[in-house]
C-alpha cells in the first residue's frame, strides 16, 4: 500500500534536522506499506517541528517533533496507518487546536501544498484571482484593493489602494512593481514562511499589482540571510514561466510582467523602502528624503509601488473571493487577517492568522501556552526591535493599528516576543540603542549621534552617575530622535526605550561596575 508521508522543506524544519528524517523516512523498507515522502512547507507550528504528516482516509495525521531517532519506533508502532498509540501522535493536523482555531487566509495553503508545484497551487485556488483580474479594468483592480481595506503589513500599515491608486494615475513610459522581503526584525519569520511554503501566491499578487497599475516588471528585494526562500523563488518564478504565467502574453493575456529576485547586504535599514530603492540601483542604501514619493519618483526616478511580502501575497485572496469577503475580517480600520508571529520564552511558537482585533493575552497565553521556562512573564515586545514593551497590565489590548497606537504601541510586521521575569529591561532599553548604533545608514544626525549618546545615558543611569538629570537627558534626547530623524530607524529608537523607562523603571537601579560597561562605537555602514 503506498502511503503518503509529509515532511516540511522550510527554513525553521531543515535547521531541527527535517533533511535527515525524511531521508531516513525515505529508505525505511516496511513489507505492507511504500512510502511516498512529499516535501511540503511548513504549517508554521514551529515548536513542533520536524512535523511529520500521514495522509489517511480521515485526512492528514501529524507526529512531532520527530528526530530519526524517533522514526523506527513511530513506525513499528503505526504511524503508517495513522495510530495515536505514540507520544509524538498529535491527532488530525487540522484538529490541533493552535491550527484550527486560526483563520487563515494569506497562509490557507501553507503547509498543505508543494511549495513549488504550480499544480498543486492551481488545485487551491490559485490564478484564480489572477484570472478574475485580466478580465477587470486597471481601475477597478485599484478599487478592489481599496473596497478589502488592506494596509501595508510592512508596519507602516500604509492603505494599499491608495498607493496603487498613486502609481496608476501616474504619467510615465516605465512603471516598477518591488517586493520588500527585506524581513529584518527579530522575532519575524511571516516572509520567509510565506515564500518557503507558498511562493506562488507571492508571484500571483505581483503580477496583479503589475497590471493595475500598468508596470511590467517586478522585483523581490530579498534579504541575504534567507538562501532557502532565494532558492525557492528562483525555481517557482522559472516554472512559472514555463506555464505562461509570467513573461510574455499572460495567461493569454495582451499584459507581460517579470519578476527577477535581488539580494541584499544585509542591512536592517533597506527594510525603509527608500533605502531598499537606492540599493536595487546599486547605490548605498541610505535613506531619501520624501518628498517625492517612490509612488511619483521610485526605483530608476519611475512611479513604483513599493509593498512587502505579505500584502502582495494577500491579494489572490482579495481578488479570488471578493473584496468584501476579506472586509468582513477585522475592525474598525484594521480590515482582513494579520499573520502574528510568536517568539520568545513561550511553549508554543510559530505563526499565528486570525482577523485583527484579538487581544495580546489571546496571543501569548492561548496560542503561546505561557512560558517556556515555566516563571511568570513579564514583558511582551511587539512591531520587531524597535517596538514598544508591553508590561501584562496591557496584554488586554486588541492587535488594531489604532487600538495599539492609543496605548503608544505599534503593530509592525507582527512580531510578538515573549520575556519571562528574569529578564533585565534595563540591558533590553540599552540594546535598542545599541542595535541603532550598528544599523544606522548614518545619514541623519539624531540617528547616528543619538544613538550613541542613548547607549552612553543608559550606561551613566544603571550605574547611578547624576541618575535624575541622566534620565532626564535621555527622555529629552528620545524626543530628539523620535521628531528629528530621517526615518523610522532613528525615529522608533526610543519607543522600546521610553516603554522600558515608563513601566519596568525598577530595572534601570541595577548598579553596573565599570568593567561591565560596553563603550559603543559608530559602526560602518553594511549598505
Given at each position: 500500500?503506498?502511503?503518503?508521508?509529509?515532511?516540511?522543506?522550510?527554513?525553521?524544519?531543515?535547521?531541527?534536522?527535517?533533511?535527515?528524517?525524511?531521508?531516513?523516512?525515505?529508505k525505511?523498507?516496511?513489507?505492507?506499506?511504500?512510502?511516498?515522502v512529499i516535501?511540503?512547507?511548513?504549517?508554521?507550528?514551529?515548536?513542533?517541528?520536524?512535523?511529520?504528516?500521514?495522509?489517511?482516509?480521515?485526512?492528514?495525521?501529524?507526529?512531532?517533533?520527530?528526530?530519526?531517532?524517533?522514526?523506527?519506533?513511530?513506525?513499528?508502532?503505526?504511524?503508517?496507518s495513522?495510530?495515536?498509540?505514540?507520544?509524538?501522535a498529535?491527532?488530525?493536523?487540522?484538529?490541533?487546536?493552535?491550527?484550527?482555531?486560526?483563520?487563515r487566509?494569506?497562509?490557507?495553503?501553507?503547509?498543505?501544498?508543494?511549495?513549488?508545484?504550480i499544480e498543486?497551487y492551481?488545485?487551491?485556488?490559485?490564478?484564480?484571482?489572477?484570472?478574475?483580474a485580466?478580465?477587470?479594468?486597471?481601475?477597478?483592480?485599484?478599487?478592489?484593493?481599496?473596497?478589502?481595506?488592506?494596509?501595508?503589513?510592512?508596519?507602516?500599515?500604509?492603505?494599499?489602494?491608495?498607493?496603487?491608486?498613486?502609481?496608476?494615475?501616474a504619467?510615465?513610459?516605465?512603471?516598477?512593481?518591488?517586493?520588500n522581503?527585506?524581513?529584518?526584525?527579530?522575532?519575524?519569520?511571516?516572509?520567509?514562511l510565506?515564500?518557503?511554503a507558498?511562493?506562488?501566491?507571492l508571484?500571483?499578487?505581483?503580477?496583479?499589482?503589475?497590471?493595475?497599475?500598468g508596470?511590467?516588471?517586478?522585483?523581490?528585494?530579498l534579504?541575504?540571510?534567507y538562501?532557502?526562500?532565494?532558492?525557492?523563488?528562483?525555481?517557482?518564478?522559472?516554472?512559472?514561466?514555463?506555464?505562461?504565467?509570467?513573461?510574455?502574453?499572460?495567461?493569454?493575456?495582451?499584459?507581460?510582467?517579470?519578476?527577477?529576485?535581488?539580494?541584499?547586504?544585509?542591512?536592517?535599514v533597506?527594510?525603509?523602502?527608500?533605502?531598499?530603492?537606492?540599493?536595487?540601483?546599486?547605490?548605498?542604501?541610505v535613506?531619501?528624503?520624501?518628498?517625492?514619493l517612490?509612488?511619483?519618483?521610485?526605483?530608476?526616478?519611475?512611479?513604483?509601488?513599493?509593498?512587502?511580502?505579505?500584502?502582495?501575497?494577500t491579494?489572490?485572496?482579495?481578488?479570488?473571493?471578493?473584496?468584501?469577503?476579506?472586509?468582513?475580517?477585522?475592525?474598525?480600520?484594521?480590515?482582513?487577517?494579520?499573520?502574528?508571529?510568536?517568539?520568545?520564552?513561550?511553549?508554543?511558537?510559530g505563526?499565528?492568522?486570525?482577523?485583527?482585533?484579538?487581544?495580546?493575552d489571546?496571543l501569548?497565553?492561548?496560542f503561546?501556552?505561557?512560558?517556556?521556562?515555566?516563571?511568570?512573564?513579564?514583558?511582551?515586545?511587539?512591531?520587531?526591535?524597535?517596538?514598544?514593551?508591553?508590561?501584562?497590565?496591557?496584554?488586554?489590548?486588541?492587535?488594531?493599528?489604532?487600538?495599539l497606537?492609543?496605548?503608544?504601541?505599534?503593530?509592525?510586521?507582527?512580531?510578538?516576543?515573549?520575556?519571562d521575569?528574569?529578564?533585565?529591561?534595563?540591558?533590553?532599553?540599552?540594546?535598542?540603542?545599541?542595535f541603532?548604533?550598528?544599523?544606522?545608514?548614518?545619514?541623519?544626525?539624531?540617528?547616528?549621534?543619538?544613538s550613541?549618546?542613548?547607549?552612553?545615558?543608559?550606561d551613566?543611569?544603571?550605574?547611578?552617575?547624576?541618575?535624575?538629570?541622566?534620565i532626564?537627558?535621555?527622555?529629552?534626547?528620545?524626543?530628539?530622535?523620535?521628531?528629528?530623524?530621517?526615518?523610522a530607524?532613528?525615529?522608533?529608537?526610543?519607543?522600546?526605550v521610553?516603554?522600558?523607562?515608563?513601566?519596568?523603571?525598577?530595572?534601570?537601579?541595577?548598579?553596573?561596575?565599570?568593567?561591565?560597561?560596553?563603550?559603543?562605537?559608530?559602526?560602518?555602514?553594511r549598505?
Amino acid at each position: 500500500m503506498n502511503v503518503r508521508v509529509y515532511v516540511p522543506q522550510d527554513s525553521t524544519a531543515l535547521s531541527v534536522g527535517a533533511d535527515d528524517v525524511a531521508q531516513k523516512l525515505a529508505k525505511q523498507d516496511v513489507a505492507e506499506h511504500s512510502i511516498d515522502v512529499i516535501r511540503n512547507g511548513s504549517r508554521g507550528l514551529f515548536w513542533l517541528e520536524p512535523l511529520v504528516e500521514v495522509e489517511t482516509e480521515r485526512g492528514r495525521v501529524a507526529y512531532g517533533p520527530v528526530t530519526v531517532e524517533d522514526i523506527d519506533d513511530l513506525i513499528q508502532s503505526g504511524m503508517l496507518s495513522g495510530k495515536q498509540g505514540h507520544p509524538l501522535a498529535l491527532g488530525l493536523t487540522e484538529e490541533i487546536p493552535f491550527l484550527k482555531n486560526q483563520q487563515r487566509l494569506t497562509f490557507k495553503r501553507a503547509g498543505i501544498t508543494r511549495p513549488t508545484s504550480i499544480e498543486d497551487y492551481q488545485a487551491h485556488q490559485g490564478f484564480i484571482g489572477l484570472t478574475r483580474a485580466l478580465s477587470m479594468s486597471p481601475q477597478e483592480c485599484v478599487d478592489e484593493i481599496k473596497d478589502s481595506g488592506l494596509r501595508g503589513r510592512g508596519g507602516a500599515a500604509f492603505p494599499t489602494g491608495i498607493k496603487w491608486q498613486t502609481v496608476l494615475s501616474a504619467e510615465a513610459d516605465q512603471k516598477y512593481i518591488v517586493c520588500n522581503a527585506d524581513e529584518g526584525d527579530s522575532g519575524t519569520f511571516a516572509d520567509r514562511l510565506q515564500m518557503e511554503a507558498d511562493p506562488y501566491a507571492l508571484i500571483e499578487g505581483m503580477i496583479i499589482a503589475g497590471f493595475a497599475v500598468g508596470a511590467d516588471k517586478g522585483y523581490i528585494y530579498l534579504r541575504e540571510e534567507y538562501p532557502h526562500s532565494y532558492t525557492v523563488l528562483k525555481e517557482a518564478i522559472s516554472i512559472a514561466k514555463h506555464h505562461k504565467f509570467l513573461g510574455a502574453a499572460i495567461n493569454g493575456s495582451a499584459f507581460d510582467f517579470d519578476i527577477e529576485v535581488r539580494l541584499g547586504a544585509k542591512s536592517y535599514v533597506c527594510g525603509e523602502e527608500t533605502a531598499l530603492l537606492n540599493s536595487l540601483e546599486g547605490k548605498r542604501g541610505v535613506v531619501r528624503a520624501k518628498p517625492p514619493l517612490p509612488a511619483l519618483e521610485g526605483l530608476f526616478a519611475k512611479p513604483t509601488v513599493v509593498n512587502n511580502v505579505l500584502s502582495l501575497s494577500t491579494v489572490p485572496t482579495i481578488f479570488a473571493n471578493g473584496a468584501d469577503s476579506y472586509a468582513e475580517f477585522g475592525m474598525g480600520r484594521s480590515r482582513g487577517t494579520m499573520p502574528f508571529q510568536l517568539a520568545g520564552n513561550l511553549k508554543q511558537t510559530g505563526l499565528v492568522e486570525l482577523a485583527f482585533g484579538v487581544t495580546v493575552d489571546e496571543l501569548i497565553n492561548e496560542f503561546g501556552a505561557g512560558s517556556r521556562s515555566g516563571r511568570p512573564l513579564k514583558a511582551a515586545q511587539l512591531g520587531g526591535p524597535l517596538g514598544t514593551y508591553l508590561p501584562p497590565s496591557q496584554w488586554k489590548t486588541q492587535m488594531d493599528y489604532e487600538a495599539l497606537a492609543e496605548i503608544n504601541a505599534v503593530l509592525g510586521h507582527g512580531g510578538v516576543v515573549a520575556f519571562d521575569d528574569t529578564v533585565d529591561m534595563g540591558e533590553q532599553a540599552r540594546f535598542a540603542m545599541e542595535f541603532c548604533v550598528v544599523e544606522s545608514c548614518g545619514k541623519c544626525t539624531p540617528c547616528r549621534i543619538g544613538s550613541v549618546r542613548g547607549v552612553e545615558t543608559i550606561d551613566k543611569i544603571r550605574a547611578n552617575e547624576n541618575r535624575q538629570d541622566n534620565i532626564n537627558l535621555l527622555h529629552s534626547l528620545c524626543s530628539t530622535m523620535v521628531n528629528g530623524s530621517l526615518c523610522a530607524m532613528g525615529g522608533m529608537t526610543p519607543f522600546p526605550v521610553q516603554s522600558a523607562l515608563e513601566h519596568f523603571a525598577e530595572d534601570f537601579d541595577r548598579v553596573e561596575s565599570s568593567s561591565q560597561k560596553i563603550v559603543p562605537t559608530l559602526a560602518k555602514s553594511r549598505t
